[in-house]
């Protein structure tokens, strides 16, 4: 009788110590929504509860489990996740602690998620009917007086984790670190009408640019406006460079124009670093692979459009870096340079 109560006493003891950790299989996945206000969401996730709850009617119903089997995340636990990652970067692990995901899950999560993003959110677009193209410039137009502007385009570095060994010398950028470059334009509110993310972190912005679907498009079917860019681009006539060594007042009222101008661009990739704090150097650097690294970036240009869409305000502003090159094209097309005199000559030449 005395070992039957002892081997009672044991069973008990043995199911009070497994109890507690039963409990833990199910972490605690309280909604985000459910217990903070604007200002935190906005702080944590930088997207405020509509702009959230607009992305997770686009694409909760491609999230969806067909069945509850193992208690799988509901769509919302995945576009926090993912908002969370893009919001402050860092390690994956904690990112789960703090949702009740484990590591693994905040992985998938991310990935599919930045899919769905990038193919179901359409929220860059250049500026091509008449109507837009004209609120574009007299946009820009009040910035410096530079007229007929259509946007500034400019490239910027992304860091990523050291690729496979036999692309490694095509992803070492300028600066002498890993990274891919991402071509952007943008207009004078800061918003971006078209990205390019594909080219290794060594690639130059003017290759880009000749090798793009919207390069193409201007130099065969020039539109009514011009493209302000560094001295890094070819000088052409859609698309104005600064003066290497102005000579006159005029040339140096077009070039005081210009930069102001073109200030833009940079200002909208500091922004976009600063809001999606994952894709600047304080966070470390993105952790996948060149592709995945792509879709990351256009994802957070996506929702950067959508914040100045639904005037979601800023987190405190992050300088970008700014390039420091200054190469002068010295190629065979020369007929930009005129459109550049007429420029100065019509427009900045005027007391």
């Known amino acids: 009788m005395a ?3 002892l081997l009672g006493l044991l069973d008990r003891e043995k199911q009070s110590t497994l109890t507690p950790s039963r409990k833990k299989i199910f972490r605690d996945r309280t909604s985000q929504l459910d217990t903070l206000d604007d200002v935190q969401l906005i702080s944590r996730y930088r997207l405020n509860r509509h702009a959230i709850m607009q992305i997770i009617a686009s694409v909760g119903s491609y999230l969806e489990r067909p069945t509850k089997r193992s208690v799988p995340l509901l769509p919302e636990m995945h576009v926090l996740v993912t ?4 919001a402050k970067g860092g390690f994956q692990s904690e990112i789960g602690d703090l949702h009740g995901v484990s590591q693994p899950s905040v992985s998938r999560v991310i990935h599919k998620t ?3 993003l990038c193919k179901h ?17 007299e946009r820009f137009y009040d910035i410096a007086g530079f007229p007929n502007v259509i946007g500034c385009i400019d490239g910027t570095l992304i860091a990523i984790i050291r690729p496979p060994h036999d692309e490694e010398v095509a992803y070492v950028c300028r600066k002498g670190y890993h990274a891919i470059n991402i071509q952007a334009i943008c207009d004078a509110d800061l918003r971006f009408t078209n990205i390019v993310c594909r080219w290794p972190g060594a690639t130059h912005d003017a290759f880009m640019l000749s090798n793009s679907t919207i390069g193409t498009k201007l130099e065969q079917n020039p539109v009514d406006g011009w493209l302000l860019g560094d001295s890094g681009y070819a000088c052409r006539p ?3 460079t600064p003066l290497s060594n102005p000579q006159t007042p005029p040339e140096e009222k077009y070039n005081r124009a210009h930069c102001r101008t073109r200030n833009t661009v940079e200002r909208a990739f500091g922004v976009l670093k600063s809001r999606f704090r994952c894709l600047g150097k304080t966070t470390g650097c993105l952790m996948f692979t060149s592709k995945r690294c792509h879709q990351v970036v256009y994802a957070a240009a996506q929702l950067h459009n959508m914040c100045l869409d639904m005037n979601i305000p800023l987190p405190p502003s992050q300088a970008d870096e700014v390039a420091s090159d200054d190469t002068v094209y010295h190629g065979p097309i020369c007929d930009g340079f005129q459109t550049r005199r007429g420029v100065i000559r019509q427009l900045f030449s005027r007391q």
């Open 83 to 86: 908002l969370r990652y893009l």
């Open 121 to 137: 959110l359409n929220l860059i677009h250049f500026p091509n009917d008449a109507t837009t193209r004209q609120n574009t410039k």
């Open 238 to 240: 859609w698309l104005l």
């Open 114 to 116: 930045i899919n769905l």
């Open 3 to 5: 070992s039957y109560l």
